[in-house]
């Protein structure tokens, strides 16, 4: 099994609602991550766990939550989002954080509304 | 900080034919890494190709090619033989060797150039 999985592939939420992203990798890989992606732009990192660990946070606000409950899966709660958190979010995961290839997942679409 | 810069907001090639993505980029150190990563218009990030900084020879995988010039701190992509399935986002990264252990594998992207096949 070499794929990142993210479920759900779209979501809509009100600004008022609480929702969550998930992501899911079983090749054992000890590092993951989180990117935003607005359309016709390169990933932004949010957040970086190694080894279920939170690493770097990249100064996001903490309407974005984070969460790594086992080596195999990534969780991102979302809560009071804003219109301009509209975006693709990415999941990614690497053998280690030191290993130098990062695998992506294909990403959940989110608009906020 | 490092920087990375794709001059070619985009690109056009016709099937068959030959294109080369351009890429920059500015660091003070000496290990590092560099990619290119390709993103379909179905989304998904995918490695094209990745090249070493200590490595002197140029990385190749199938019809994609870098020429990648430490000196100059340039790493272009060439795309061979290109197909329709090419088209794409194509992204420019880098990623710093880290001997402190402190950037986590993290990397920094390029803002990307748009590849167009024509048929």
């Known amino acids: 099994d070499t794929e990142v999985t993210q479920t759900p592939k779209h979501l809509v939420m009100g600004m008022t609602n609480k929702k969550s992203l998930k992501c899911e990798q079983h090749?054992?890989?000890?590092?993951m991550y989180w990117y935003k992606q607005k359309a016709k732009k390169p990933p932004e990192l949010m957040f970086v766990?190694?080894?279920?660990?939170?690493?770097i946070n990249e100064s996001v606000p903490s309407r974005f939550s984070p969460e790594c409950p086992n080596s195999s899966l990534l969780n991102l709660h979302l809560h009071a989002l804003q219109p301009e958190d509209s975006a693709l979010y990415l999941c990614a995961s690497s053998q280690t954080s030191t290993y130098n290839e990062q695998f992506f997942g294909p990403g959940t679409r989110l608009t906020v509304l | 900080a490092q920087t990375v810069t794709q001059s070619q907001p985009e690109m056009s090639v016709q099937e068959a034919e030959t294109v080369t993505l351009s890429c920059t980029y500015d660091?003070?150190?000496?290990?590092?890494?560099l990619f290119w990563y390709k993103q379909p218009p179905s989304r998904q990030m995918i490695l094209v190709i990745r090249?070493?900084?200590?490595?002197?020879q140029n990385a190749t995988e199938n019809r994609f090619s870098v020429n990648f010039q430490k000196a100059a701190k340039s790493f272009s992509l060439k795309i061979s033989d290109s197909q329709l399935g090419d088209a794409a986002m194509y992204f420019c990264a880098y990623r710093s060797g880290d001997a402190g252990g402190t950037s986590y594998g993290k990397l920094t992207f390029g803002q990307g150039t748009i590849l167009t096949v024509h048929p």
């Open positions: 090749m054992g890989h000890r590092a």
């Open positions: 766990y190694s080894y279920e660990k939170l690493s």
């Open positions: 090249q070493e900084a200590y490595k002197q």
């Open positions: 660091t003070s150190e000496s290990d590092y890494y």
